[in-house]
């Protein structure tokens, strides 16, 4: 059976002055892990039994970056899945869309990870190494884009 993770792509918009289109006020939140291959990723977990997926997603929010669902958005219409090997085994991973409600909110890292950053698109998608990663943020923020 194919393992199953679950996880909130987190956005934030700055308010300021330069960034006057749309897209240039947006950062994304990568997380890089403190285990493996020290990847960045959004913060994302496996299913606990009883769960549901969205439920998972904000679990694993509030562990990996301190982050509580009374402090996101969740923004409608954006469900993705992204389905890759990992050590031979199938895994599947479903990701929402959420954008923090005050962009000076405080990340408090869980010990699964080293450090975060805040990231526009561009450089989001060089510390994202995945291709299907990278194109989901592409999508995303074509996503958020196109609905202003």
Do not use: I, N, S
């Given at each position: 059976?194919?393992?199953r993770a679950c996880g909130l792509i987190i956005y934030?918009?700055?308010q300021s002055p330069s960034a006057s289109k749309v897209a240039d006020g947006i950062e994304y939140?990568?997380?890089q892990t403190s285990y493996g291959t020290h990847h960045w990723t959004p913060?994302?977990?496996?299913?606990?039994?009883?769960?549901d997926d969205l439920q998972t997603a904000f679990r694993e929010t509030q562990e990996e970056a301190g982050l509580q669902a009374s402090q996101l958005t969740l923004i409608e219409g954006y469900k993705k899945e992204l389905h890759y090997p990992v050590r031979g085994k199938p895994?599947?991973?479903i990701?929402?869309?959420a954008?923090?409600?005050d962009c000076n909110t405080e990340i408090k890292l869980s010990e699964e990870h080293q450090a975060f950053q805040w990231l526009k698109l561009e450089d989001a998608c060089k510390?994202?190494?995945y291709e299907d990663m990278q194109a989901t943020l592409k999508e995303v923020h074509q996503f958020l884009c196109s609905k202003e």
């Open positions: 059976m194919a393992v934030r918009r700055l939140l990568l997380l913060p994302k977990g496996h299913v606990d039994p009883g769960e895994k599947t991973v990701y929402w869309l954008e923090v409600k510390f994202a190494e």
